[in-house]
């Protein structure tokens, strides 16, 4: 199995800066990819960026000069950086892992979610 844990989430005003962390842990052999989703009340979720297994990084336009993905290897540890928050980031945050795993199965995993409130 493998476990997705997300933290950093909160409260915070309109212009400010939030890093939210997903360590992943488990039956893990290599990580093919790693995602940042959101949900926000009414919506569907949608695709906020990934990192790869080379740190090649892709973003939502919406979030593209704002939010950063970073990866630490060594603790198999997914960063998002988001900067210049906005009341329409205002969302449930879920971190998601493609993996393979030790039994060589190609998995994919979610995090329960972190809240991030956006005031004006």
């Known amino acids: 199995q493998v476990q997705l844990v997300e933290s950093g989430g909160g409260l915070v005003q309109a212009g400010e800066s939030l890093r939210l962390s997903c360590a992943a842990s488990?039956?893990?052999?290599?990580?093919?990819?790693m995602s940042w989703y959101r949900q926000a009340p009414g919506k569907q979720r949608e695709l906020v960026g990934t990192?790869?297994?080379?740190?090649?990084?892709t973003y939502a336009d919406s979030v593209k000069g704002r939010f950063t993905i970073s990866r630490d290897n060594a603790k198999n540890t997914m960063y998002l950086q988001m900067n210049s928050l906005e009341p329409k980031d205002t969302a449930v945050y879920y971190c998601?892992?493609?993996?393979?795993?030790?039994?060589?199965?190609?998995?994919?995993?979610w995090g329960q979610g972190t809240q991030v409130t956006v005031s004006s």
């Open positions: 998601n892992a493609v993996v393979h795993t030790t039994q060589r199965v190609l998995a994919t995993s």
């Open positions: 488990g039956t893990i052999s290599s990580i093919v990819t």
């Open positions: 990192i790869t297994s080379t740190d090649r990084t």
